[in-house]
């Protein structure tokens, strides 16, 4: 009891430098932790994205850019796939569902995803789970529109609401001339929360797709044309092209059969992919920056517990009198190297404690803001199996730096025990 004590007091007299160190411990495993929960909530992002769909079908492209582009709306594609091919894989006996999907247009920034009513019945996300309406119904008449639940709360919009369409994606459909203002939309349905693109999504119909581009051609709007919102009923509003397909066949087995066979289509170039397969191919991708990151966090740990090696050892020359105290109550060598190791263990446990509260708190108050610009679901209070190894990681090289200092005391101890100069 009276070595515990004189240790306390050692710390005491010593707190504003431990203090420091338990700073320097603290926010590099807050890093460390922050990095593994962002890259997992980008993971399970990605991933709860889509549910349920064996194949996405587009032009010929990279799986990962037809997947990126057809699911998540990132980056853009130069070519559509033909009506008739759409037709010809619905009408394949081993399909049972097809959603095909138009991209192009924008509102204010948010996508906006042309597409028959099949896809509020055949979508899922997450665990399989079907879209929902927190209010209103599906698009039935020709300017209908259905918006996804951030689109909503960002932009105010209410069922009734009327808006208008943009040509192109992001934020160069802001310009006037790319308006498609004389067709507006009215809000009939507003989806439910889903975390995921969908959220961030407006929904029309593939004949509305074609409505607002009747006075258009080759990407720009014809001079001296306009054919207004009351007129384009008179036109052939059946799709041309599409940008993709998602696919839900009747045996899951048949995927890979499938695959090859809508892949090797005799009669257009066409990319069948897997949702699965493409995804393991964008970590792939992406692996190797995820690696760096982690290893700079890594980095910065290790500076920071080779900074408690290096305090504690600093601070022996200055404690070899209270060591040779401790000696003088009857502690023995080991006990003092005990205490040491005690002390750094300590350190890095307190250390490692505040670094997983600091990002619990950090999640807890920045989630919604992370949801709500990037989509990237961040779960509070909810770590994963890996940061419970990052910390126990963290406790076991903490424990190896205290060694250190633990030796070097040991060994004054047993000088100063045989040659005392005090």
Known sequence: MTMLSLAWQSARSRRYALLLTLGSIILSVALLLAVERLRHGARDGFTAALSGTDLIIGPRSHPVQLLLYSVFHIGETDAGMTWGSVERIGAHPAVAWTIPLTLGDSH?????????????????????????????????????????????????????????????????????????????????????????????????????????????????????????????????????????????????????????????????????????????????????????????????????????????????????????????????????FLLLVCEGLGLTIAGAAGGFALVEVASFALAPLALAKWGLAIDAFAPGLGEVWLLAAVVGAGLIASVVPGVRAYRLSLIDGLAPKV
């Open 108 to 336: 204010r920034g948010f996508p906006v995803v042309a597409t028959t009513t099949a896809y509020f019945d055949h979508y899922r996300h997450g665990r399989a789970q079907a879209l929902t309406f927190s209010s209103g119904t599906r698009f039935n008449g020709l300017f209908d529109v259905v918006i996804g639940a951030e689109v909503a709360r960002r932009l105010g919009y209410r069922l009734g609401d009327e808006l208008t369409l943009s040509h192109g994606a992001g934020h160069a459909g802001h310009a006037a001339d790319s308006s498609h203002e004389d067709k507006p939309f009215t809000v009939v349905g507003i989806l439910a929360a889903t975390g995921t693109p969908v959220d961030r999504t407006l929904h029309i119909g593939l004949q509305a797709m074609e409505a607002i581009h009747l006075d258009w051609h080759g990407g720009a709007h014809v001079p001296g044309v306009s054919i207004g919102r009351a007129e384009v009923r008179k036109f052939d509003l059946h799709p041309k092209q599409v940008t993709a397909v998602l696919v839900g066949l009747k045996q899951r087995a048949a995927v890979l059969r499938m695959q090859r066979i809508f892949g090797a289509d005799d009669q257009e170039p066409l990319s069948a992919v897997i949702p699965g397969v493409a995804l393991q191919q964008l970590w792939d991708i992406t692996g190797a920056a995820e690696r760096v990151l982690r290893a700079v966090s890594f980095l910065v740990l290790v500076v920071a517990l080779a900074g408690l090696a290096a305090a504690v050892l600093a601070g022996l020359g200055e404690r070899r009198r209270e060591l040779a105290i401790l000696r003088a109550v009857g502690a023995r060598p080991w006990q003092i």
